[in-house]
């Protein structure tokens, strides 16, 4: 028997039916895009900018609102079984790719099952609990797990899972297949040209499969290298849009407040992008957990997020964002309080000798937010160096451990067991990655309710035990937690829908359109 999770057809209807009241058709957007993405082959590549860029090529089953509820996107309705381990997707009429081949369920069957699952790290971990994808017949695919997976729903995004053309890749080198350069999607636009170090030129797919969309002519994407140089290119006209981050924060105010020109910070509710500092629990003073505790309340945060940040984002609380599910918002107090940090300094093995403190090598704010962390940790009496590093020596240093306190941020993914967890489970301690357990925290009994709120379908049970591993962790504080990133989108008010899920602008500019 199926439990249907949603009717999204009358939510489709809605949103098919809701434009004709305003949108207006043509015209041409341009963006920023920074850096330069390597690829814009989303099965093979998945940064920041190849998202952002092909997110408009490639689409997936789903796509998500600010609340992270899922909603049509190739699927346009989809069931889940009772005892959580069938899903059964019902696919969009009339979707064709780029190059005029339909696109059916085996097109999704062979993406999943073949080339994401050789591709796609981060995917083929969910894919684990995934026993077999199968295409019911063209419009129909099924997929079933070994088990109940609770955040199963939340990996049908475009960057999570791209469906790719079967007609294209199917026995091919993956890899080396000469049309990564020309990527096929069925999303709103189709790719054009590619000027290195210059613009990505993306065009409308007349072909479509909702009629009237897309509503611009045309994209482009400028490859613009530093910081001041993309706010000039907003302030004389070049671009329309700087998507978040891609200026720097002390920037934002001046060109918040130029002529015509809007600002929001939705569309990274999915990413949820959660600064802290890594702390070196494998040696050294970092192994301590009172010394962890010393640098925490010694953060003055507050000053950060209003000098720094210019107010933008929040004081983390934890390693959740409040904007991925199973948020617990009481945690323990990780609160600013230099009397309490060097209580804590007094307690630990702390013995005088100089942290290394990695700033991240992502521009001023970055470099201005490690002055001040160092300034606050002398304060409470640490000594500390802070050790420069290009993107490249970052990386090295953090992935082996190198280090005694290291800035970063990563995204959330909308749901626990998809974007937290790897940071803080023993099973993902390993050298040569920056992205996984890099503080070496261990705690077996967490670890244990991290698997079991994965692999339940419950969802008042997961929220028990993510409040439950939630409050443990800040207790042992592995890391230092400081912000929920804010990332100001910067446009201009004539262009409107530019952000309307909670994926922003890496999902696509199907709605967008320009007030003529």
Not at 452 to 478: C, F, G, H, K
């Amino acid at each position: 028997m199926m439990n249907k999770v949603i009717t999204p057809l009358v939510l489709a209807a809605v949103l098919t039916a809701a434009p004709a009241l305003a949108q207006q058709s043509g015209g041409t957007l341009n963006l920023v895009i920074q850096p330069e993405p390597p690829s814009l082959m989303m099965g093979l590549v998945q940064n920041g900018p190849t998202q952002m860029v092909a997110g408009d090529i490639y689409e997936s089953l789903l796509r998500y609102d600010t609340d992270l509820q899922p909603m049509p996107s190739l699927a346009r309705e989809w069931e889940v079984s009772e005892d959580g381990l069938t899903y059964t997707f019902h696919l969009q009429d009339g979707v064709t790719w780029h190059d005029g081949e339909a696109f059916t369920a085996h097109d999704v069957v062979f993406s999943a099952d073949v080339f994401l699952r050789e591709t796609h790290p981060r995917l083929r971990a969910t894919l684990e609990y995934v026993d077999s994808i199968e295409a019911v017949d063209d419009a129909t695919v099924v997929f079933t797990l070994t088990e109940p997976f609770g955040p199963f729903l939340g990996t049908f995004e475009a960057g999570t899972m791209p469906i790719i053309p079967r007609h294209i890749y199917e026995g091919t080198d993956f890899a080396n297949n000469e049309m990564n350069n020309t990527p096929i999607g069925t999303g709103p636009f189709k790719f054009q040209e590619w000027r290195r170090g210059s613009f990505i030129h993306l065009v409308k797919n007349e072909d479509y499969y909702l009629d009237g969309r897309p509503y611009l002519d045309e994209v482009y994407y400028h490859v613009i290298p530093d910081g001041a140089s993309r706010a000039v290119a907003y302030e004389t006209g070049t671009v329309d849009v700087l998507h978040g981050g891609s200026v720097e924060n002390f920037d934002v105010p001046r060109l918040s407040e130029l002529p015509d020109t809007c600002v929001t910070e939705a569309g990274w509710e999915y990413f949820g992008p959660h600064s802290w500092m890594w702390m070196n629990n494998h040696e050294g003073p970092m192994a301590d957990p009172n010394t962890r505790r010393a640098v925490m309340h010694a953060l003055d945060r507050e000053f950060a997020l209003d000098a720094l940040w210019n107010g933008l984002g929040k004081l983390a609380t934890g390693p959740v964002s409040s904007s991925t599910r199973f948020y617990e918002p009481d945690t323990p107090s990780i609160a600013f309080d230099p009397e309490l940090a060097r209580e804590y300094l007094e307690q630990s093995s702390y013995d005088g000798e100089t942290l290394q403190l990695l700033p991240l090598p992502y521009g001023e704010t970055w470099q201005r937010w490690a002055e001040a962390t160092r300034q606050n940790l002398i304060e409470v009496g640490f000594d500390v160096e802070l050790v420069a590093t290009d993107v490249a020596g970052w990386n090295q240093r953090v992935a082996d451990w190198d280090f005694d306190l290291a800035f970063t941020y990563l995204y959330q993914y909308g749901d626990p067991a998809l974007g937290v967890s790897r940071t803080y489970v023993e099973s993902n301690i390993a050298k040569g990655s920056p992205w996984n357990n890099v503080a070496g925290y261990r705690n077996p009994e967490v670890d244990a309710k991290w698997d079991q709120a994965a692999l339940s379908a419950s969802d008042d049970e997961r929220q028990t035990l993510y409040t439950e591993i939630q409050n443990t962790i800040v207790e042992d504080m592995p890391v230092a937690w400081l912000l929920e990133l804010g990332f100001p989108t910067i446009h201009r008010c004539n262009v409107k829908d530019l952000v309307t899920t909670g994926i922003g602008i890496n999902d696509g500019l199907r709605d967008a359109w320009i007030e003529q």
